[in-house]
Nanobody, 126 residues
Framework: QVQLVESGGGLVQAGGSLRLSCAAS????????MGWFRQAPGLEREFVAV????????YSADSVKGRFTISRDNAKNTLYLQMNSLKPEDTAVYYC???????????????????WGQGTRVTVSS
């Protein structure tokens, strides 16, 4: 059974930092691209960042570039999102997702991801 379990969310003041984690089990983590998405209240889910299965390359949404860093530890089957300089507009539920296919580029399209966590809430106060 595939499980993606996010943790690390919470309430933080603007300008602060949080580190999200996503523990994966039941799938070949080390051969799948992994992504972070978020959904703010009343809005559609949006792409945040993706990392290749090898960890060799990453891509982030313009809205978080320079502030958020995606990383992974394949030995621990864990995905991370380091979030710095947080803004109120970063308030959302953050989801980690695993690519449907082994080895292929998942990119920014959520339909390329076949496995999702339950989400962790991040609230940034002004």
């Amino acid at each position: 059974q595939v499980q993606l379990v996010e943790s690390g969310g919470g309430l933080v003041q603007a300008g602060g930092s949080l580190r999200l984690s996503c523990a994966a089990s039941g799938l070949t983590f080390s051969r799948r691209d992994m992504g972070w998405f978020r959904q703010a209240p009343g809005l559609e889910r949006e792409f945040v960042a993706v990392i290749r299965w090898s960890g060799g390359s990453t891509y982030s949404a313009d809205s978080v570039k320079g502030r958020f860093t995606i990383s992974r530890d394949n030995a621990k089957n864990t995905l991370y999102l380091q979030m710095n300089s947080l803004k109120p507009e970063d308030t959302a539920v953050y989801y980690c997702a695993a690519a449907r296919s082994l080895g292929s580029w998942a990119g920014t399209n959520e339909y390329e991801y076949g496995y999702w966590g339950q989400g962790t809430r991040v609230t940034v106060s002004s």
